[in-house]
């Protein structure tokens, strides 16, 4: 069975802290992976990885991708308050399958 | 690109009724997607349709679940005889590639 694990599960740091979001998985079969932001609401899409080791860079926040080690992270510099959210990771399995399988998230609170 | 749309935002329903949610893809999106997302857990997949094809479903997907997509625009979701542990946001999402776009979700509470 597909996982992702997602850690930490919650993170509270204060505003203007680096933070730094993990995500492993275990698949059959792997075409991307991608990360959302989570507010009480949808999801929101921040990235999708592909390619080892080629870093995603939007704003303050930046992700890349080990596939040998089967594992991505999501940083987030100099935080802010409207940051605080559940950070979701999810895997594209491709080989015909398209429906995506998130990890449990990780619940950042951004205190002032 | 207006987003995508779900229909109801909330539904209470009692235990043994039948529900149906309404999803409204981006118009250019010809994948259409259904997830469940439980307090504290990631959205699970429940189905995927290509046009009007529905080419994927999850395990979760009971038999007291059906989905359609009749026209390759907007897709439904019918839950039949309600039970409590339907109780979830249901989430669509739509993409023409792999990123997909999620709707504000309905949030189905069953008594």
């Known amino acids: 069975e597909d996982k992702v694990v997602q850690s930490p599960l919650s993170l509270v740091v204060h505003e203007g802290d680096t933070v730094t979001l993990n995500c492993s998985y275990e698949v059959t079969n792997f075409r991307s992976l991608l990360w959302y932001k989570q507010e009480k609401k949808a999801p929101t899409f921040l990235f999708m990885l592909?390619?080892?080791?080629i870093e995603k860079k939007s704003g303050r926040l930046s992700s890349i991708l080990d596939k040998k080690e089967l594992f991505s992270i999501l940083n987030i510099t100099a935080t802010q308050t409207g940051d605080s959210a559940v950070y979701l990771c999810?895997?594209?399995?491709?080989?015909?399958?398209?429906?995506?399988?998130f990890g449990k998230g990780t619940h950042l609170i951004i205190q002032p | 690109d207006t987003g995508v749309s779900q229909d109801p935002r909330h539904k209470i329903t009692k235990r043994g009724q039948n529900v149906t949610f309404r999803c409204d893809p981006i118009?250019?999106?010809?994948?259409l997607y259904w997830y469940r997302q439980t307090l504290g857990q990631g959205p699970e997949f429940l189905t995927y349709?290509?046009?009007?094809?529905?080419?994927?479903k999850s395990r979760l997907l009971s038999d007291r679940f059906s989905a359609e997509r009749p026209k390759g625009s907007f897709s439904t979701l019918e839950i039949q005889r309600t039970e409590q542990g339907d109780s979830a946001m249901y989430l669509c999402?739509?993409?023409?590639?792999?990123?997909?776009?999620f709707g504000p979700g309905t949030r189905l509470t069953v008594l």
């Open positions: 592909t390619s080892s080791g």
């Open positions: 118009s250019e999106h010809n994948r």
């Open positions: 999402a739509s993409s023409q590639l792999e990123k997909q776009f």
């Open positions: 349709f290509q046009n009007e094809a529905q080419l994927e």
């Open positions: 999810a895997v594209s399995p491709g080989g015909g399958a398209d429906g995506l399988t």
